[in-house]
């Protein structure tokens, strides 16, 4: 059992098709045990989410914005376990003025909320988190879409992803003397719920595995799931301040190959709706 004896925490829970749910399940099955979070009126979904896991368990309420719920969590944690071995991020959120090509136009107030909301909430949770974590180490994972170049629509979330690789480097470099490691992970796209409502998505998905040398089947989250609990494990003991792709090898080919997918353009056309997945993210996981 990959994950026996370990506590961890999972924020992001919200639908079975996200990628925290699929976390929540494979730490399960490796023997960790978890708790989740949530706030707000999206409480009483993760409540009943969280009864579909192979072991229900409790959903403490946590907006990362609001210090004294990241104060009660940390309690909790100490009450319940009086340790931490790791825990997952899997929190973003930026108002619809800061997508879909309003870049210019954007104002500081919704930019500001996406970067604190998906950025730094990072460092927030780590160092409420540290007290039950700085004695024997750990491990954080974060959820990403690769911020190292400029997506179509993205905009300000891009920003502020990018704000997160950079903050996972820092806090990899401040926490690594505690044995605790800092790693980011990017996804290729999944069918979400809110993945399905955004135009473009479904041509995104379409093309990805094209693109992509090892393939990419976007109703299955367990590759991802399996990587986030790979850097929960003491497997990973050598790995920090990473950006881990687990898309199938996408972000490693320049264009798909000549006369594969839809058309020789695919791969430019695709440009413009890369941005869904990302937004899907955002949208997913302010959960």
């Given at each position: ?12 829970v919200?639908?079975r ?5 699929a976390s929540?399940?494979a730490?399960q099955?490796?023997g ?28 403490l309420e ?9 104060e ?21 959120f ?9 870049f ?34 750990g ?13 179509p629509?993205?905009d ?8 997160l ?7 990899a470099?401040?926490l690594?003397?505690y044995?605790?490691r ?10 979400t ?24 089947n976007?109703t299955?989250a ?20 990473e950006?881990v792709h687990?898309?199938g ?26 941005a869904?997945?990302?937004v ?8």
């Open positions: 059992m990959l994950l026996e004896g370990k506590k961890l925490l999972v924020t992001g919200l639908t098709e996200s990628i925290a749910y929540a399940q730490l099955e490796r960790a045990e978890i708790v989740l979070t949530s706030f707000g009126r999206a409480m009483g979904i993760t409540e009943k989410i969280a009864k579909r896991l192979p072991t229900p368990v409790d959903v946590l907006d990362v914005n609001e210090p004294e719920h990241v009660a969590v940390s309690a909790e944690i100490g009450s319940r376990w009086g340790r931490l071995d790791g825990f997952v991020h899997a929190i973003a930026a108002p619809q003025d800061a997508l879909g090509g309003n210019l136009n954007t104002p500081w107030e919704s930019v500001a909320t996406a970067i604190q909301t998906s950025a730094f909430s990072l460092k927030v949770l780590a160092g409420g988190m540290l007290p039950h974590m700085k004695d024997h180490g491990a954080i994972v974060s959820l990403d879409f690769d911020a190292r170049v400029a997506w629509v993205y300000w979330m891009g920003v502020a992803k990018a704000s690789e950079s903050i996972t480097r820092y806090l470099r401040d690594g003397s044995g605790i800092v790693n980011t992970l990017s996804a290729g796209p999944l069918r719920i809110a993945g399905k409502g955004i135009p473009g998505f479904q041509a995104l998905v379409d093309r990805w595995g094209d693109r992509a040398p090892l393939g990419w976007p299955d367990t590759p991802v799931a399996d990587t986030v609990a790979f850097l929960l494990s003491d497997l990973s003991r050598g790995i920090t301040g950006l687990v898309d090898g996408y972000h490693a080919i320049g264009a798909a190959a000549a006369g594969v997918g839809a058309d020789a353009g695919a791969a430019d056309d695709a440009a413009e709706d890369e869904a997945v990302g899907a993210e955002a949208n997913d996981s302010a959960e």
